[in-house]
Every structure is written in C-alpha cells, then in structure tokens.
C-alpha cells in the first residue's frame, strides 16, 4: 500500500483524542465554532461531528455545557449557576419596550420589512431603533422582497440566537403556540389585495436586471 | 360578534368609562392608537379571540370625546383612527347593503380584532424572549480565551455596515460635489510656468509674451483664454521671482518679456 | 427551632454541586481564582479546596486542565494542544477606508473597471488597494469590457457576499433603507434625487449585458 505524501499519510487521531482537540478549541474562544472551522483547525481526516457528541454527553450536567449555535457549537455555564457569577456580568443596555418589540417582531416574522413591523406595532418604527439593533447585532439585512419597490428585510443573527441561548430560530420560545393561532400569517386587511413575495418565481433574469437597477 | 350588536353606550359600565377617562391622563404613554386599543380591550376581561369590537369602538370614540373635552392635543393618527371606527360602528350597526362594495363590517372588525391579538402575540414573546436565561447575565461565555501562538497572519475585515456607509460617503459626496473643471482646455499656471522657465533662458531680447503660447492652443477660444492667462500670470511670477523684465508701450499694446541678466539679481 | 437568618440555614451544597460551581467560575473569570474568592463567591458552607481536588482530577487528560498559577486556579488548554489555537491569534484589522470605498464601488456597480472606480471615487486607486481586496478573494477579475483598451473589469466574489451574509449583491441595502434605518446622517440637499436606488435603467441594461458574457 503506497502512502501518499500530504497530510493523510498520517491517520486522523483516535475519536478520544479528537474530542480533546475540540474541547481545546471550544475552550478558548468566547464565541461559537463552526464545524467547518473545526475541520479547518484540526488535523486532516477528523470527524469533530461526531467528537462534538460525546463531548456533548460528557458536560451534561456539569458547570458549563456544550450549546449549538445555528451551526456552530460554544461552551456555556450552565444558567442555572448564574447567581455565582454577579462578578462577570456585564451591565447591557437597556432596551426600550419599541427595540423588544421590534426585536421580538423581526424574530418571529422574519424575514421582515420596516412597514411589517409598523403594520404589526401600528406605530412608525424609530430611525434610532433599528440601529440600536444592527449595533448589537442582534439583526442585519436579510435579502429583498420581491414585491414592488424591493423592499429590504431585517432577520435575526447568530449572536442573537447565542445571546437568548436559542439554538436556532425555530426554538422561539412560544413559536409553535404562535403560528397555530395564525398569529404569524401575513394578513392583509380586508378589500387590500395581497401582493404575493415573487421571489420563488423570479427567474434568474429577472434577478440580474433588478439587481443593476438599483 | 353578533350578541354584540344591540349594546347600545349606555351598556359600558360606569367602571370601564371611568377606566376609560383615567387613559387620558396618560395619553403620551401609548405607542399609538393600537396600543391604546390594546389597553382598552383589557376593560373587556375577556379573551381577545371574544373581544367585542363595537364595543371597544365605542371606548375610544369616547376617549376621543373626552380628550377633546378636555382640550387636549391628540395626534393626527388617533383622529384617523376614531373615524374609521366610527365608519366602523355604523357598519356593523347597520343591517348591511347588498349594493355596496368592499369588505362588510364584520370582516372588518375581525382584521382588527386579529391585529389586537397579534400584538398582545408578539409582545406576550417580547416578554418570554426577555425573560430567557440571556449570556452575560445568566450564563456566560468564556473568560480567558487563549491566544497562546502569536502567528501574526494579518487579515482585514470590514462590516456590512461599514461598506454601506462608505458607499453612502461617496454617493452623498456626489450630491456636493464641487465644480471640477475640464483640465482638457485649461491651462494652469504651474503647467505655463514650468514650460517658460525652459524657454525664458533662449530668450536674450524683448519678445512679445504671446509668442510663448503653446502651440495648438491658439485655434480653439477658450484654449487660447487659458493658456493666455496662465501664460500671463506666469509672466507676473517670473518677473516677481526676478527672473525676468516686462514691459507693455501703452494701453493694450502687446506685453513683453526679457531675460533679467544674473548679475542684475 | 429559631431558623437564623443566614445561609448557613442551608446546609453546604454536596460536592458534586461544588465541584460544578467552581467549574463555572473558572470558566467564566478573566483571570485565575483564588480559593479565597471561592469561598466568598460560593454559597456558606462550601469546600472550594475540595471541589478543586476532585474537578482537577476529572480534567486529567482532558483538552483543557486545571492549572495553579501563583495561588490561584484557572482552566487552561492542555499544552500538547497548543498548535489547535493558532486560529485564534489571528490579528484582524479594519479595512482602510480607500479599501472599503473601492469595494462598496465594486459591489454596487459591477462590473466596473479601474477607471469607473477612479471616476465614483474621484481619486485615483492605488494598485495596492485592489491587490489586498483579491488576496481576500473578496474581488476578482471580471471579463474585460468590449471598449477601446479592452480594460479588465472587477466583480465580487462568492467569498464577499459570504463574508457579509448577503444572497446574492442585490441584496445590499439602497441609500434609503440605510438612511430609514439611521445609518446615515447626511441628507442631500433638497431637490437632489436620492441616488443609488434606482439607478438610471440605462446604465443597468450594459451592465446586465456584460454579466451575462460572463
């Protein structure tokens, strides 16, 4: 059996080993590593999938645990412990009642515009509001909505879902309850004809001439 | 709804009316008239899924009333607000034309009722999302995070934000952009003084300054202007520098220019 | 039986509970504890001591140890992992504000070539620019422009709109999503038209015609 030269001439590490090797990397960073990181930092022909498993077994129950972030794993104290820790707190922002409902709005509905959420709050949405949750990056731009005038749309990121140790968007606490009340459909006021999102329909030339138009 | 139809006002309680009135102290306090619908369909003690919709309609055209009773300014869209739920109540009150067009009162009322429920929805989320165990407060991140290996591998990074502002520098800038002007046919001083310090040293005897125009320039007039003045005030520098003499013999007779002789400096 | 005020109502937590709280704060502190400040951040009653004798052992071999350093404990990657933690010492910098510019021109307006991006701009862009803006496979080079020169055009990369979590480039936010969201302070002077968002069709046709050469 001829071995060839690069990297796999060596066998990647025993699963033990690798679970290590994650729970090294984890350790030293404060915000989530994505697997395909992990993949890129760690010797070739590793599975951190799978250490991620038994790792994952391994603090269930203990001081800090393993959390998934959308794709990316962190370790986190358990919120249990959080009495202990008055000394690493950090004073946040208060946010007013306009950015929690934006932000609740933007989590549940999103994607969504600007006059989505005015529709919803049935006020004006604040020019400072929305900025304040860009610069927490707790919501960004999500692509366009193909209805007329291209409107723009908000979503929620992945600090968002670490800051409220949501591990994705669809763990909303109360989403489900929600979407059965038919509380997340977009319904337009009577005699108002619904312009539907063309986006599925679009075709790949019309998405080239209205991305130069604009 | 319909068990609804035949309260007349008088079928408010004194106690939700006096509820009612207590709103108006506070009328800065709400973010819009939805939100004091919000506020109002609470009187009601019922599920919003039940609320009556007339019924609420009839609060606030009394809130409205009353703020106007007691002089106070109500923003403009409270003011829409209480007409559409006038338009509201009669509809609903009024057994419904066959002949009319667009939506009947009771579908009307059901958006409403909806966009109630809606609200108290996502803010009943508000307040679960802001009651979970946040990081940094509840739980938390790593302390210490290791950079043991200094591998200095630089990299850049810039934001969205950063990009979209930058763009919007540059866009904005355009909005003020100063007069820039065609360099294609000016000439500019420093370009005529370059080009006569090179010739001024062949120049022994009194010439006239137009002969040092450039040549292809004196074709076009407004080449001709600029170079001519460029030309000119070069002349002016030159003489200052005590490089040269000028002379003109009278009024719009030609300007001439000569050599200053070193030792004259 | 008087109840006294105090914690020591309670009886001291089992060690097994110890050991988790103590793991927790070692975690979560910027610097190494001491066991005096154990003691005084854990309930009445505990035996940090203890906990640490135990929580060090189940450490041995792991990733990450339990480490003393001066009279205080801390969580510390196992030194035979070192080499996994050079990711981390990556030094990012801001991108310069030419950088930034030229790339914000690129993106709203490929393809562009080096003089389109001199005329937006307004000064000239230095090799040096476009250089690091490839070597972060942010641009790249487009297909030539069908003009006299035949001058090389720049587009962005799959990279670039993965870096800023875009779609697709026609996603990026107009002048008046910005200034609706407060990002942008200065107005135009009244009767100016808002510009980039709807840019003139014209210019948008040639565009397309050269992306779809591509």
């Known amino acids: 059996m001829s071995k060839p030269e690069n990297d796999s001439l060596f066998e990647a590490p025993p699963i033990g080993e690798q679970e290590r090797m994650v729970e090294a990397i984890l350790f030293a960073s404060a915000d989530p590593v994505s697997v395909q990181d992990l993949i890129g930092r760690m010797p070739h022909g590793c599975d951190p999938a799978e250490a991620i498993a038994y790792l994952r077994k391994r603090y269930e129950g203990r001081g800090v645990n393993l959390v998934k972030i959308d794709n990316a794993w962190a370790i986190r104290t358990a919120p249990d412990l959080g009495f202990l820790m008055q000394k690493e707190s950090v004073e946040t922002r208060k946010l007013s009642r306009a950015a929690i409902e934006t932000l609740a709005i933007i989590a549940y509905h999103q994607p969504v515009t600007r006059a989505d959420i005015e529709e919803i709050r049935g006020v004006s949405v604040s020019r400072g509001t929305l900025d304040q949750l860009i610069e927490l990056e707790w919501i960004r731009f999500g692509r366009r909505r193909m209805t007329p005038g291209r409107p723009v749309t908000f979503v929620v990121t992945a600090t968002f879902l670490d800051h409220f140790g949501l591990e994705s968007a669809r763990d909303l606490p109360g989403l489900k309850d929600l979407r059965a009340a038919g509380l997340l459909e977009n319904r337009p006021p009577p005699g108002v004809v619904d312009v539907p999102d063309e986006e599925d329909n679009a075709d790949g030339n019309d998405d080239q001439t209205e991305l130069f138009e604009e | ?265």
């Open chain 2, 1 to 265: 709804m319909q068990e609804n139809f035949d309260l007349s006002d008088d079928k408010i309680s004194v106690s939700d009316r006096v509820a009612a009135e207590a709103l108006i102290v506070d009328v800065g306090a709400f973010e819009g008239p939805l939100d004091l619908l919000l506020t109002l369909s609470r009187t009601q003690k019922v599920d919003l899924r039940q609320i009556s919709i007339l019924a609420l309609a009839r609060q606030y055209l009394a809130f409205v009333e009353k703020a106007k009773q007691l002089r106070l300014e109500l923003a403009a869209d409270y003011l829409v607000m209480a007409a559409w739920l006038a338009f509201l109540k009669s509809r609903l009150l009024l057994p419904p034309d066959p002949k009319e067009e667009g939506p009947s009162g009771e579908e009307l009322a059901a958006h409403l009722a909806f966009q109630l429920e809606r609200l108290q929805g996502m803010r009943n989320a508000a307040a679960k999302l802001m009651a979970r165990d946040q990081l940094g407060r509840d739980f938390f991140a790593r302390g210490i995070t290791e950079d043991v290996q200094r591998v200095r591998r630089v990299t850049y990074t810039a934001t969205l934000l950063d990009l979209m502002q930058g763009y919007a520098r540059i866009r904005t800038r355009d909005d003020f952009r100063p007069f820039v002007m065609d360099r294609q046919h000016v000439m500019t001083m420093e370009q005529a003084l370059e080009r006569m310090r090179h010739l001024i040293g062949f120049a022994g005897d009194w010439t006239d300054i137009s002969s040092y125009l450039p040549e292809g320039w004196d074709a076009d007039p407004q080449r001709r202007r600029s170079t001519t003045a460029a030309t000119f005030a070069a002349s002016l520098e030159l003489a200052k520098e005590g490089k040269i003499e000028l002379r003109q013999g009278e009024s719009f007779a030609p300007i001439e220019i000569r050599k200053r002789a070193p030792r004259d400096v």
